[in-house]
């Protein structure tokens, strides 16, 4: 009995077991007993491993270090494997290290099975092999962002399986190939930012695609009406090429055509909208930057579906359709830059959803109507270069969106009444220079507090800053120049203020400058040119270390240049413009020591906000929207001509110090300043020698020591300074001779008068100037030019490394502005 129940156990126990083994036997059946990569794809991968070592992966990307045997190759990084064959069908290897080339007969091409492979940004270099025809059941094709040059093989039409082909973004040349006509499954076709010139007209066979992005090529050809049989084409992108002819109308007539962008091209002529339907899916229609004329057709009212509508830097002329209204969906208009004419069309402030309007560069007239108080999504307005007149509009006070708004070069005369004003905290981004405005300053624009850019120069602005705005509005840049706005300068720098760039020159400010000014730490340009400002100079502004621009030319400043207990040098200056004061005094030799900018060939980054142009290319990688920035630019008399420098800033560096009272002899450390390009000295009561060490300064431009008390021989070193264009040495006692370099002497007469003992000049001025040197003076010359350069080498080592670099010299006669400019 016991047994038997003992027994029973036994076999219950044994049928358990039993069970288990059996519901354990498919998994131990299943166990690799063979990897699920095949040997051949394994062994291929690991050929390419040897060329294409990629190290790191500190950014997300893919490593092959850690591809090794002892791991199935199906479950190394960026492979992917087919689930049942064991083959290799997919490969992303983006990275920004490889930085190799693809071999002929590399084993990324015996991977004949890929369907996906994605070197993106891998520093690619070299042709593209034609082994890259192998790889016959390709789907997707990325090598993007490379350096890969040459020709594209024609044995990619073997690749007849390709849906996708990115290419952007590296340096090949020449035609798309005709073999691409066998690519008839292509939908996407990325060739953006090459160097191919034709070959367009291949793309018409292939019916599937979706998306033609061509831009930033050479291409320069009329675009073929065989593309018409695109009837699955969304995008069409050849921007910034030479393309040209008639607008290609036959490209709306495609129905599911929803993005194209031709702008920066040579197209002409009217424009066409021919059969187009008003059902059209058409989203965005930039046209810009070619050469379209004629009037804006009224048919423009097809495009239903329109959110932006760039019709900028063309020649339409004419008013502005009334069909325009009908575009209800538009949030961005862009007639800019043409020669439109009338009044601002009403029909505009109709379309209730548009952010950025840019009516700039052409020829409106009259007032603007008070129906653009309707533009309730408004955030951007530029009516610049019109002209406009009466009112500055209403929505600017009063919108609760418009954050950026350019008027200028127009006349308007009034701000308009005092009104009940939008959103007071928001940023704001106004220019409303160059008009005819008239009054004080309004109070009332106290209420806003931040400014990120205001400008109200070249006005009749009277009166005194209000000085509500000392503790209610804070600026990034305030420009107030050329009006005539009097009393005390405002006093606009407290504790935490953003000021970067101030400008108040030439209106009638009188007192001191105020020292809040030391608060502004970000300060990088101030202007007060052209007041009546009494003081010494601001020694205090050495401690502002990112300041770049100083002008203070034309006002009564007075006293010394130089105080040893205040002096703290300016690290960061590039041009000071302090002429036509009243300053006086000597420079000690080390004066310009501690000038680290000037001496500097690399250039330090500033905040100057430059405007780039981008195209708003919905779903694009590449492209960024618009913006609506401003350049910094100084103007300059320079060698004579007015002249705007844009983005002076990066590489001008100059010190105009003529016009006052300075003696003494001129600091030899003048010679550090390396990257100097204009030093105007002129009008002073220097002595001594024309320091040497000017001589280092290898790309001085222009120089003017005139009016002084310089006696002794020109430096001869100065002969070989290559870029050296405009001189003056008139009217002081220089004696010997010449340098007889072609910088020299291609000069004028007068650039050497008053300057009896000078000879050597019958080349410049003619044999009445011819006199013989005798041997004393020659020696005398040789002996006092070449000892005060090599003292001035060891005291420049004495500073520092890194200080002592050259010099560069100059004549400027500097009038400091901002000038902004709006983009759609």
């Not at 030479?242 to 709306?252: A, D, E, K, N, R």
């Not at 601002?344 to 548009?354: A, C, D, E, Q």
Request: glycine share 8%.
């Amino acid at each position: 009995m016991i047994r038997s129940q003992s027994d029973r156990f036994l076999g219950i126990i044994i049928t358990i077991y039993f069970l288990f083994f059996l519901i354990s036997l498919p998994n131990t059946l299943a166990s690799p007993t063979r990897s699920l990569c095949r040997s051949d794809q394994r062994d291929a991968l690991l050929e390419l491993k040897k060329e294409f070592t990629i190290h790191s992966n500190d950014n997300g990307h893919v490593t092959t270090v850690l591809w090794n045997k002892s791991a199935d190759c199906c479950s190394w990084e960026g492979v992917t494997c087919d689930a049942t064959l064991g083959e290799v069908i997919s490969l992303n290897l983006i990275s920004e290290t490889a930085n190799t080339s693809l071999k002929p007969s590399s084993g990324l091409f015996k991977l004949q099975h890929l369907r996906e492979l994605d070197l993106s940004f891998c520093h690619l270099q070299g042709d593209i092999p034609s082994s890259i025809g192998n790889l016959s059941h390709l789907k997707h094709l990325d090598l993007s962002c490379n350096q890969l040059v040459g020709e594209f093989p024609a044995s990619v039409g073997n690749l007849n399986q390709l849906e996708y082909l990115d290419l952007s973004v590296n340096n090949l040349r020449g035609n798309i190939p005709t073999s691409f006509a066998n690519l008839t499954k292509l939908s996407e076709l990325h060739l953006r930012e090459n160097q191919f010139t034709s070959g367009i007209r291949v793309l018409a066979n292939l019916t599937t695609l979706s998306i033609i992005d061509l831009s930033f090529n050479h291409f320069k050809s009329s675009i073929s009406s065989d593309l018409s049989g695109l009837h699955n084409l969304e995008r069409l992108w050849v921007y910034n090429n030479s393309f040209f002819g008639p607008f290609p109308s036959f490209v709306l007539t495609i129905p599911s055509l929803v993005d194209i962008a031709l702008s920066e091209n040579q197209f002409e002529g009217a424009i066409d909208f021919g059969n187009t339907s008003s059902s059209s899916k058409l989203t965005n229609f930039d046209v810009s930057y070619n050469n379209f004329d004629g009037l804006i057709p009224e048919s423009i009212s097809k495009f239903v579906n329109l959110k932006n509508l760039d019709l900028s830097h063309n020649n339409f002329g004419g008013p502005v359709p009334s069909s325009i209204s009908k575009l209800v969906n538009l949030d961005h208009l862009y007639l800019n830059h043409n020669n439109l004419g009338g009044k601002v069309p009403r029909s505009i402030f109709k379309l209730v959803n548009i952010e950025y309007l840019d009516l700039s560069h052409n020829n409106f007239g009259g007032p603007v109507p008070r129906s653009i108080s309707r533009l309730v999504n408004l955030s951007s307005l530029d009516l610049s270069y019109n002209k406009l007149n009466g009112e500055v509009p209403h929505c600017i006070w009063s919108s609760s969106k418009l954050n950026s708004v350019d008027v200028s070069y127009n006349s308007f005369t009034s701000f308009g009444k005092s009104v009940e004003l939008g959103d007071g905290s928001l940023e704001r981004d106004w220019d409303l220079s160059s008009n005819s405005l008239q009054g004080p300053i309004p109070k009332w624009i106290c209420n806003f507090k931040y400014f990120s850019f205001l400008d109200f120069s070249n006005n009749h602005l009277n009166g005194s800053i209000p000085q509500c705005l000392k503790n209610s509005t804070d600026y990034g840049m305030l420009n107030l120049r050329n009006n005539s706005l009097s009393g005390f300068m405002p006093d606009l720098c407290m504790d935490g203020s953003q000021l970067r760039s101030l400008d108040v020159s030439l209106n009638n400010f009188v007192g001191k400058l105020p020292k809040s000014l030391i608060n502004c730490e970000v300060m990088e340009f101030l202007n007060v040119r052209g007041n009546k400002i009494k003081d010494t100079f601001p020694f205090w502004l050495g401690s502002l270390q990112h300041l770049t621009v100083l002008v203070l030319r034309s006002n009564t400043l007075y006293g010394p240049l130089y105080n040893p207990s205040a002096y703290l040098g300016f690290p960061s200056m590039r041009i000071m413009d302090i002429s036509n004061n009243n300053f006086s005094g000597s420079l000690p030799q080390d004066y310009f020591a501690n000038w680290t900018e000037m001496s500097s060939v690399w250039s330090r980054p500033i905040r100057t906000l430059d405007y780039k142009r981008n195209i708003r290319i919905p779903g694009s990688n590449y492209m960024g929207d618009r913006k609506n920035n401003h350049k910094d630019s100084i103007e300059l008399v320079y060698k004579g001509v007015d002249m705007d420098f844009v983005q002076i800033f990066k590489a001008f560096k100059a010190i105009d110090f003529s016009g006052n009272r300075f003696s003494g002899h001129i600091p030899g450390s003048i010679g550090l300043l390396s990257e100097l390009r204009l030093l105007n000295l002129s009008g002073n009561a220097f002595t001594g020698n024309i320091p040497p060490s000017l001589a280092n300064i290898t790309k001085l431009e222009t120089l003017d020591l005139s009016r002084n008390n310089f006696s002794g021989e020109i430096p001869r070193g100065l002969g070989k300074l290559s870029f050296l264009s405009t001189i003056n040495f008139s009217h002081n006692h220089l004696q010997g001779l010449v340098p007889r370099s072609t910088q020299f002497r291609s000069q004028n007469c007068s650039s050497f008068t008053g300057n009896p003992g000078l000879y050597g000049l019958e080349e410049i001025c003619g044999e009445k100037h011819v006199s013989v040197p005798t041997p004393r003076q020659q020696d005398e010359s040789t002996s006092e030019s070449e000892e005060p350069m090599l003292s001035w080498i060891a005291a420049a080592i004495a500073f520092g490394p890194g200080v002592f670099y050259g010099l560069v010299s100059g004549h400027i006669f500097t009038s400091y502005k901002h000038r902004w400019f709006m983009a759609g």
